[in-house]
């Protein structure tokens, strides 16, 4: 059974202290591993996608990260902006994600 | 574009009521899809469909019903609700296999 766990559930970061989040999944073909963002009450929004292990893909403050096993996304001098909920995903056949339970990350000033 | 839209926004039922969620999108999406989403679970895919007149279970269709009879609109029923199903809901459509896209949500409260 495919399987997506993100850590940690919630992280509190000061303004400019650079952090980690984890997506580790266990899944019988990737076919693509999605990070999204989401706000409170508004529906997930795409950031990115990787597709094979040692690909890297950025955006503003933010890195994504894959390996065979894992995904980071790295948050480089977070703004208080970046405060928000991401979520991983994985696709292993065509049509549906699979997706992880996701990480809190409040920005403080 | 106005990408994916959900109607209603908010939505309050009283136990037994039916009910139905339409989402539509102007992209020209092939597929559609319909989630849950409960505090701490993530998003569980309801159902989903692959292309007009075509609809397929996902990992918690119980209690649930869908129909598309267009390519741009994808309904989602509630025929007896249940306290259970309290939750926010989303659709999303993709383009082949590239990523999803996400409505604004529909939150339900059934009572």
């Known amino acids: 059974e495919d399987q997506v766990t993100q850590s940690p559930e919630a992280l509190r970061l000061q303004e400019g202290e650079s952090s980690s989040l984890n997506c580790s999944y266990t899944?019988?073909?990737?076919?693509?591993l999605f990070w999204y963002r989401q706000d409170p009450g508004k529906g997930p929004e795409f950031l990115f996608t990787l597709y094979s292990a040692g690909e890297e893909k950025e955006k503003e403050r933010l890195k994504a990260t894959l390996t065979k096993k894992e995904s980071f996304l790295h948050i480089t001098a977070p703004k208080p902006e970046d405060s928000a909920t991401y979520l991983c995903a994985v696709r292993t056949q065509d049509y549906k994600l699979s997706f992880g339970a996701g990480t809190t990350v409040t920005v403080r000033a | 574009n106005a990408g994916v839209t959900q109607t209603p926004k908010f939505r309050v039922l009283k136990t037994g009521q039916s009910m139905t969620l339409l989402c539509a999108q102007d992209?020209?999406?092939?597929?559609m899809y319909w989630y849950r989403q409960d505090p701490g679970m993530g998003l569980r895919l309801i159902h989903y469909?692959?292309?007009?007149?075509?609809?397929a279970k996902g990992e918690v269709p119980d209690g649930y019903n869908v129909s598309r009879l267009k390519k741009q609109n994808f309904l989602l029923g509630l025929e007896s609700a249940a306290p259970s199903q309290t939750s926010v809901y989303f659709c999303?459509?993709?383009?082949?296999?590239?990523?999803?896209?996400f409505g604004p949500g529909t939150r339900l409260t059934v009572t």
């Open positions: 899944v019988s073909g990737l076919r693509g």
């Open positions: 469909s692959v292309g007009e007149g075509t609809t």
């Open positions: 999303a459509s993709q383009s082949g296999v590239y990523e999803q896209y």
């Open positions: 992209m020209n999406h092939e597929y």
